[in-house]
């Protein structure tokens, strides 16, 4: 376990330090460049708001820093190129999920399109939404509950959130760490993919989440639950702060890509290359599942998966 990071004053605090830290102003820059000469040729083949600005930014450690400060555009075209194919697949998918969500002129009377309703997800739904839809298109075939916010009669819900039991020790070092009192590991679940279909209001995360927590509670006895935002991706974290999530723990990231360039998580076998750029810490997050719980949280510490130590000694 690594030393801990300076104490901030605050929950607010937390979050504005930690991302601060994570950010990389290259990446950001890279960013800005990218979607200023991008977002309409985005558009146009229809990809969803945020989805190809994600993905060039999961792949840009396969690039140099000086091949990224050289030229962005560059840059971009190289990546543009390898996520080719995954951008037409994506915005095929997601076309067929916005028709198969407009309702047949054969349906009598008006159709609800307002408020959206909470249930389980069908298992085979949730791993499609994984492969399909996620940004890291890799399913989590250990999940253990999918929970949807369902619009309409639609079969595909517009968020889903699939969650996991809690396999990794570093996340329990951490917590034991952090976290008063030492939670019980088969106590912790991850949210382990939040995967959107449509544009959503501002709250329906944390008020899925919400919705989740008691289901986890009674199908499961879990208390706690984990998940972890990843700064490189432009991710702010402001949905999982409305949710609870308080930050814990901070742990460096290896990227590693496929012969296509593509990016593979940790689960998945076929490795070409690793990453060239040095990259900023994930952040990780807990909430208790309890309906009414003190604060757990009573400092933030950083933590080395092993998957980082390997790489590391290599």
Not at 83 to 110: C, E, K, M, Q, W
Not at 220 to 230: E, P, S, Y
């Amino acid at each position: 376990m690594a030393n801990d990071l300076p104490r901030p004053t605050s929950s607010r605090d937390n979050w504005r330090q930690l991302l601060g830290i994570a950010r990389d102003p290259l990446v950001e820059r890279f960013a800005e460049d990218l979607t200023r000469q991008s977002r309409t040729s985005w558009n146009g083949i229809g990809l969803p708001a945020n989805y190809a600005e994600r993905q060039f930014r999961l792949h840009l450690p396969a690039l140099s820093r000086d091949a990224i400060a050289g030229s962005s555009m560059r840059a971009a075209r190289i990546l543009a190129t390898r996520l080719h194919s995954r951008f037409d697949r994506t915005a095929g998918v997601h076309r067929a999920i916005a028709a198969s969500n407009r309702p047949s002129a054969a349906v009598r009377g008006p159709v609800h399109t307002g408020e959206p309703v909470f249930r389980r997800a069908p298992d085979e739904v949730g791993l499609w939404l994984h492969r399909e839809v996620h940004y890291l298109h890799c399913e989590r075939s250990d999940s253990i509950v999918h929970v949807g916010a369902f619009v309409g009669n639609a079969d595909v819900p517009a968020l889903c959130l699939s969650f996991s039991q809690c396999d990794r020790p570093y996340l329990l070092e951490a917590l034991e760490n952090a976290a008063t009192p030492t939670p019980e590991p088969a106590s912790i679940v991850v949210l382990t993919r939040a995967a959107s279909t449509m544009p959503l209001p501002r709250n329906l995360v944390s008020r899925l989440v919400a919705w989740a927590a008691r289901e986890l509670r009674i199908r499961t006895g879990a208390t706690l639950c984990v998940t972890a935002i990843n700064p490189l991706l432009g991710f702010d974290g402001a949905s999982f702060r409305a949710a609870g999530f308080v930050p814990f723990a901070m742990s460096p990231m290896t990227y590693q890509y496929d012969r296509q360039g593509l990016y593979v998580t940790r689960r998945m076998a076929t490795v070409s290359y690793g990453q060239l750029l040095d990259t900023p810490p994930i952040v990780w997050l807990v909430r208790t599942l309890e309906p009414r719980a003190a604060p757990i949280v009573h400092r933030i510490v950083t933590v080395l998966p092993p998957a980082y130590r390997r790489s590391e000694g290599a």
